[in-house]
C-alpha cells in the first residue's frame, strides 16, 4: 500500500504566502484552503496514494517546548487571515473523508515520522509531502519525502530518495539532524554550536561522518584552531540541539497504520463547504452536486404561457406586484417572471412576431419594476430592436460587482454560488431543443425559475448590502442609470473610415517589409524575427550584444530588454519599430477591419462595467481603452474614427489632470490646491518648488521630472522605478521623492493617513462611497503588504476619478435629452467624453459637454475640461 502524508500546517502556511489574497463574498479569507486543495489534487493524480493523511500541529506545548523554553520562541504567531483558515481547512478534509491526525504534545512532524515508521514496518511505501527541510531526516526505507515549494502562485514539487539526498548533501539523510546540530536553524531557534556556520558544519560531516564523530575526533588536524574552541565551548548546545532536531518517531499515535480506512466523503458537508468557500471549479472538479443538500432557494411553481391575451393579461398584474424578477436572453426570445412563487414562462415561438413586440415594449414600457442580472446586453438588444428599456430597477451583477470589485467575474452561476450557496443548473434558453415539447422543455423552465429565484434572493441580500455600506447614491445615481447610457453607446457605435483605414494598412506594410530587409541585413541573415528564441540568438549570440539573463526558455526579448540595449546595435532600434508597427497593423488595423458592422458600417464596442477593481470602465471587442497615443503613427488610428457625414462633427473633451486634482482635493494640500486654482502649469509649478526656482527659470527637464513624479507618487512609485523614468541614479530618484513630499505636506500626510486608515478598517474608499477591501495590508508577506499599500493609495484617487467621469456622462446625456438635442454620446475613453453632433447643434453641445463635466463635482482644485470639434477624432485633440 502507498501512503501519502502531508505536513498540514506546512501546505497551509505555503499556500497562504504563495497565492494572492483570496475572499469569498462574506469576507472569509480562503487563498490557503484553496492553495492545499490544488496541491491535495495535483499530489493525487501525480503520485496515485491508495490512502492519505494530513498531520497538523496543535496549539499546546509540545515535549520540546516543556523542556526548552526557547524552542521556536522567535516564530512569529499565524497571521489571523490565515488562522481564519485552519478550522475550515480540517473541516473541509473531514468532508472529503481524508484521516486527519494531531496530538497534544506533539508536532506534526513527530506524527508524520511514527506513520511513515510504522508504514515502512509493514512493508508499505510513504511520500511525506511538506514544505518543511527537517522531515529529509525521514527518508530511507519506504519513505521518500516529497518537497513542496509555492511562489508566485505557482507550485513545484521536488522528490528526495537516500540517492538524491545524498547526491545534494554527501551524506545519509539522518544525517540531517547532526547538521542541524552543529549549524542551528534560526526557524526553529535550535541554537547548534555558537559561532559554526552551514559551510564549516558541511565539511565536518565530510570529514567525520556524524555529531559524535565530530567530538571524538576534535584533535585532528582538519578542525581549525578556531572552529576547536567553539566546538569545546558549544558542546552541551549541540547535544541539546540534536535533541530538538531529531523527530520523535514513536508517537503514542492511536491510528492504525496498517489498516487505514478507505475514504467516505460526506457529499452533502462538502457541496456546502466548497460552495460557501465559492470554489465552482473544485465542485466540478469532483463532481458534486446540490442535489443531495436541502435546497437553498425555494421551490417554484412555473406556468408556460402561450396565449397572447393571457400573457398581456400578466403584464397588467405585474404593475402592481412590486418588484419582478426577470431572466431575459440577450436574443430576447424568452422570458422568466418571478413574482411571489411563479415564475411564469414565455417563449418567442410561441407567439407571432407582432404580439412578441409588443409584449417587450410592454415588459419594459416602464409600469413594471423589473430586477434583471446583468441588464445592459438585454437593454442595447431592446435597443437595437427600437424599444425603450425602462423600468430596470435593480440590477444583481452591478450590485455584486460593487460589494467586491475584485472577484474575476460576475456571471449569474457564480454569483448565485457566493450569495446562495447553489450551483445553477446550466441554461440555454436560445437552445430550440430546450424549448421543444419533444426536448427539455420541462427542464428549461425548472432551470429558468431557479435561476429566476436566484435573481431574487441575490437581490434580498445586496440591496440590503449597498444601503448598509453607504453604496446608495453610488448605486442608484451613478452606475445604474449608467448601465442604460452604455446600452445606448454600445447601440450607436461610431463611424469609422474603412477606406482610409486599409490605406493606413497598406502604408504599415510599405514600411515593415522595409524593416525586415533591414533587419536581416543588420543581423546578416534571415531568422524569424517574430520568434523571441530565434531573435534572442542573433542578439546575445550571433551579434554578442550585452544578454540578460538566461531563462528556461532562452533569453528574454521583451520591450524593457531591447530599451536598454538600443544603442549598441542598429538593428535593436528596428526591432523595436518593427514590433510597434506589427502590433499596429495586426490588433488594431486588421483587427478594426474585423469589427466594422456589415449593416451600418460603425463600430460597436462593448463597455465593460464591472471589470476593474477601481470602478473605470474598459471596452473589449474592440478595446477601444488602448487606442495608441505615444506615438505619431499611434495617433494617426485617430483619423479612421469619424463623423458619420459632411453634416455631423465629432465634439471631445477631456478632463484636464484629474487625478492630480482629486489628489489635491483628498489631501487638502494648499500648495497644490493653489497652484491649481491659479491655473498654473501644475508641473511646472511643482518644478519650481522642488528645484526652489522661479517659474520662468524651470526647464523641460525639470519640468519632465516633476511630471513622473506627479503622476507616481499615488502608484507609490520606487526610487528605482523613478531613476529609469527619468534617468539618474537611485539615490538622486530618491532624494527626489523626499523634496516632492517636502514640497507638498499634504500630499505626504494623505500617503501615510490612507494607508494607516486601511489597515484598521480593512478597505478604502472613494470620495463616493466605492470601497475595495484589501486583506494585502495585513499579511506577514513583503511584497503582498507593499501592493495593498499601493492600492491603499491610489485606489481612493483613480477610483473617485472614475466615479466622476461616470457622473459627467450621466449628466451630459441627461442634459442631451432635457434639451431635446440629437447629439449623443458615443465614446468614453478614460477621462475622455466623445459626442457625435449635428453641425448645427455644434457650438450648444461643446458648451453643454463642457459644463456639465466641470460641475460633476465641486472640489477644492476645480474641474477643467476643455472640449474641441472635428470631422475625426484626431482632428479633436
Known sequence: MKIMVIDGNSILNRAFYGIRQLSNHEGLPTNAVYGFLATLFKLREDEKPDRTVVCFDVREKTFRHLKFDSYKATRKGMPDELAAQLPVMKETLDAMGVVRCELAGYEADDLIGTISRKADENGDTCVVVTGDRDSLQLIGGGTTVLLVSTKMGQTTYETYDTEKFRERYGFDPIRLIDLKALMGDASDNIPGVPGIGEKTAMQLLHD?????????????????????????????????????????????????????????????????????????NFIKKLGLSGAYTAPRLPELRTLRIQNAAEAFGLLDALTEAGRVFAVIPETLGAMCLLEADTAAMLFADDFADADWDALLRRLFGGAIELVLHDAKPVAAALLARGIQPEGIVFDTCLAAYLLDPTQSGYDLPR??????????????????????????????????????????????????????????????????????????????????????????GERLDVRIHELIAQIY?????????????????????KLHLPAPKKTKTGYSTNVDVLERIAED??????????????????????????????????????????????????????????????????????RMFVAPDTEHVLIDADY???????????????HMIEAFRSGQDIHAATAAKVYHVPLDEVTPQMRSSCKAVNFGIVYGISDFSLAQDIGVTRKEAGEFIRAYLATYPGVAKYMEDIKENAREKGYVSTLFGRRRALPELKSKNFNIRSFGERVAMNTPIQGTA???????????????LR????????????????LEAPKTEQETAMRLLKEEMEAAFVMDAPLVAEAKAGHSWYDTK
Not at 491510528?255 to 457541496?271: G, Q, S, T
Not at 484636464?656 to 489635491?664: H, K, T
Not at 472614475?802 to 442631451?816: F, G, N, S, T
Not at 465614446?827 to 475622455?832: K, R
Open 208 to 280: 567525520f561522518g556524524s555529531l559524535e564523530g565530530v567530538y571524538a575526533n576534535l584533535e585532528d588536524e582538519k578542525i581549525k584552531k578556531g572552529a576547536r574552541a567553539k566546538l569545546e565551548a558549544g558542546a552541551q548546545s549541540a547535544k541539546d540541539s540534536y535533541w530538538l532536531a531529531t523527530i520523535d518517531r514513536n508517537a503514542p499515535l492511536a491510528l492504525d497504520v496498517a489498516n487505514l480506512p478507505e475514504e467516505h466523503r460526506d457529499e452533502a458537508a462538502l457541496y456546502e463547504l466548497l460552495t460557501r468557500l465559492e470554489f465552482k
Open 415 to 504: 454569483v448565485a454560488l457566493a450569495y446562495c450557496s447553489t450551483e445553477l443548473p446550466e441554461l440555454d434558453l436560445d437552445d430550440p431543443a430546450a424549448v421543444s415539447p419533444l426536448g427539455g422543455q420541462e427542464q428549461t423552465e425548472q432551470a429558468c425559475a431557479r435561476h429566476a429565484g436566484a435573481v431574487r434572493a441575490i437581490y434580498q441580500e445586496a440591496a440590503s448590502r449597498v444601503e448598509e455600506l453607504g453604496m446608495r447614491k453610488l448605486y442608484y445615481e451613478i452606475e445604474l442609470p449608467l448601465m442604460r447610457i452604455l446600452a445606448e453607446m454600445e447601440t450607436v457605435g461610431c463611424a469609422v473610415a474603412p477606406d482610409e483605414l486599409r490605406a493606413f
Open 521 to 541: 541585413r543588420d543581423a546578416d541573415g534571415e531568422f524569424n524575427i517574430n520568434s523571441p528564441k530565434q531573435l534572442g540568438e542573433v542578439l546575445f549570440e
Open 569 to 638: 546595435h542598429p538593428v535593436v532600434p528596428k526591432i523595436l519599430e518593427y514590433r510597434q508597427l506589427t502590433k499596429l497593423k495586426s490588433t488594431y488595423v486588421d483587427g478594426l477591419l474585423k469589427v466594422v458592422s456589415q449593416k451600418d458600417g460603425r463600430i460597436h464596442t462593448h463597455f465593460q462595467q464591472t471589470v476593474t477593481a477601481t470602478g473605470r470602465l474598459s471596452s473589449t471587442d474592440p478595446n477601444l481603452q488602448n487606442i495608441p497615443v505615444r506615438t505619431e503613427l499611434g495617433r494617426e488610428l485617430r
Open 656 to 670: 484636464s489632470q484629474i487625478e492630480l486634482r482629486v489628489l489635491a482635493h483628498i489631501s487638502q494640500d494648499a
Open 802 to 816: 472614475a466615479d466622476i467621469i461616470k457622473i459627467a456622462m450621466v449628466r451630459v446625456h441627461d442634459r442631451l
Open 819 to 834: 434639451e431635446g438635442l440629437e447629439s449623443r454620446l458615443i465614446l468614453q475613453v478614460h477621462d475622455e467624453l466623445i
